[in-house]
Structure formats: structure tokens, C-alpha cells
């Protein structure tokens, strides 16, 4: 039995290396392109972290060992470029350093002033590298980071795995921090709708809405109506369903302007083109995630079409 299991320990262990070796591949494959997006957009700029030591591009497991360091370096050379990476050998190893009357030997981690040491030693007449950077493989993907050599500052460090799933994780940890330190505030999250809907009937206003609940999933304020009732205004209340493309459900309650300010002078109810109230259904649908839904409503006063609803819109709503 024991040789059995033995046996099949072994049949198993060149399978799980080779999955060790895609999950490093596809987090290498992950950190390029963040790095470059990072790149394009100026969050990293090339001439402050380069000429770069590349200090260390260590394996974690033995049947990585002889591709690993390769895949790094030429993962690196596509996004920095050749010309402006450096290879230290030396900085794995351990460094002796002899001077008049001392002998210092290192085994330790580097630090910024032995990097910047031996890159005098080695650079001859380059220019003197400006960032640091260790590029390690993990058990779950790699490691990155890259250090200012000047001033010790992190430039940039993340752990990246095939799906990224550390790094959503933490995004969805800070939303949740965030959210949770606005309301001990008492900040308010304010969203404004427009809903156009013009097939076959009318209906056009403009909403004011604070999302509130404990699941932010409930959205209630001020209603301005332009037509459906002609100048009305309310209140409305929506709720939002996630798992249903983040489907609005809801309605508004508005009031007449017109028929109100004449009822008023005359002393008795008299209806202006729309009743004193009416109550309006409506049902928006967000396109992607894009500030554009769909939206569908129907009226008390007997008007049922469909739109288009423009979600948090700025002055000009067309512009990015």
C-alpha cells in the first residue's frame, strides 16, 4: 500500500510543477501588462526608474529553478527595454568588501547603499542606476517590487497572480472600508437620473437620489417632472438588484404644479392638462457600465413607453 501511494506521489509531482510553472507565467503575462498600463498612463515614468538593477529574480520552487530567472528577465527587458535594465549577479551572492584596515563580509539582504555599491563597481562610465528591483516567483504568481535607489522610496510592489484575485480582493476590501467610513460620516452618496421616454408615450424628468441601506441597494429623493405630468414634482424611491444587471425597480410620486396653483386660486379642485397626482412606475436597465440605461415606465394618466435614462450625468453627458 505504502509503495502504491509512493508511486502515485510520484506520477503526481511533475503535474503539479507544470501547473506551478502556468500559474507563474500567466502572473509574469499579468504584471506586464499592468506595468505597461502603469507606463501609458504615467503612474510609473521610465526616466526615473531607469537605468534599473534587476537585484533578484529568485525561484521558489526546484523545477522552476532553470526557467524561472530566464522568463523574468525577458518579461522585463519587454516592458523597460534592454538598455535599461541591469543584471547583478553579485547581489545574490555573498559580498566582501576590503578596505585599509577593514574586511566586511555580507550575507544579508541588500540594501540601497551595497546596490548603489556595486553598481559603481560595475557600471564604468554609465550613468548610475536609479531603481532597484526584485522580481520573485511565489506560490501564488510573483512578486514585484522596485525601490528608488536615491531615496529609498517604493516606486511600485504587488503581488500578482493569474486572475489578479489579490489584488480584486483588496479593492473590494478598500470599497468596503470606504464605504463604512462614510457612513460614520454621515456622507451622503447623491445620484441624479434623467429618464427621456418617448415610445409610444411620453414621459421626462429629472431625479435626485441618496443611496442608503445596508447593502447601498436602496436609492430615494427629490422627482422633477418636465412632462408626465407637465411641471410636476415629488418623491421617488428605487431599488437596485444586483444580480440582475443592477436592475432599478421603483416609482415616483408627483404633483401637479399647474393643477395645484389653480386649485388653490379657484378653491376647488380643477384639473390643468394632468391630475393633481400621479404615479409613475419605472424600471431602468444600466447599459455596461456605462452612464446610459435603458428605462421603461407607465403612468396613472395612462402613458407607457420606452428610453433612455442618462445615470449621474454632467452638464454635457455625451463627454467622457
Not at 555580507?106 to 536609479?130: C, V
Not at 415629488?234 to 438588484?241: D, E, F, K, L, N
Not at 392638462?273 to 431602468?284: E, H, I, Q, Y
Request: glycine fraction near 8%; aromatic fraction near 6%; include cysteine.
Amino acid at each position: 500500500m505504502l509503495l502504491r501511494q509512493l508511486a502515485l506521489l510520484a506520477a503526481l509531482l511533475p503535474a503539479v510543477a507544470l501547473a506551478q510553472r502556468d500559474t507563474s507565467r500567466e502572473a509574469l503575462a499579468r504584471m506586464e501588462e499592468t506595468l505597461t498600463l502603469r507606463l501609458e498612463e504615467g503612474g510609473i515614468t521610465l526616466k526615473d526608474v531607469t537605468p534599473a538593477m534587476v537585484v533578484s529574480v529568485s525561484p521558489a520552487f526546484e523545477e522552476s529553478k532553470a526557467w524561472f530567472p530566464a522568463a523574468a528577465l525577458q518579461t522585463l527587458v519587454r516592458v523597460f527595454g534592454s538598455a535599461a535594465l541591469r543584471s547583478c549577479e553579485a547581489c545574490m551572492a555573498s559580498r566582501l568588501y576590503v578596505e585599509e584596515g577593514r574586511l566586511e563580509q555580507f550575507t544579508t539582504a541588500l540594501g540601497s547603499a551595497e546596490i548603489i555599491r556595486l553598481d559603481e563597481n560595475a557600471r564604468g562610465k554609465a550613468p548610475p542606476a536609479r531603481a532597484a528591483i526584485w522580481l520573485d516567483e511565489t506560490p501564488e504568481g510573483v512578486s514585484l517590487r522596485i525601490i528608488d535607489l536615491h531615496n529609498s522610496r517604493i516606486v511600485f510592489v504587488q503581488n500578482f497572480d493569474p486572475g489578479l484575485t489579490e489584488m480584486a480582493r483588496t479593492r473590494r476590501n478598500f470599497t468596503l472600508t470606504e464605504e463604512l467610513e462614510r457612513r460614520a460620516r454621515g456622507d451622503s452618496l447623491t445620484h441624479t437620473f434623467l429618464d427621456v421616454t418617448m415610445y409610444p408615450g411620453q414621459h421626462v424628468s429629472l431625479d435626485w437620489t441618496e443611496q442608503w441601506g445596508d447593502s447601498n441597494a436602496n436609492l430615494a429623493g427629490l422627482s422633477v417632472s418636465i412632462y408626465d405630468p407637465l411641471v410636476g414634482v415629488g418623491g421617488s424611491y428605487y431599488r437596485v438588484i444586483p444580480n440582475a444587471m443592477n436592475l432599478m425597480v421603483g416609482g415616483k410620486i408627483l404633483l401637479s404644479v399647474p393643477t395645484a396653483i389653480a386649485s388653490g386660486i379657484s378653491g376647488t379642485p380643477t384639473q390643468v392638462l394632468d391630475p393633481l397626482l400621479t404615479g409613475v412606475f419605472v424600471l431602468r436597465v444600466p447599459i455596461a457600465s456605462s452612464n446610459y440605461g435603458v428605462t421603461f415606465t407607465a403612468s396613472t394618466n395612462g402613458r407607457i413607453g420606452i428610453g433612455i435614462s442618462l445615470l449621474n450625468i454632467t452638464a454635457l453627458p455625451f463627454l467622457p
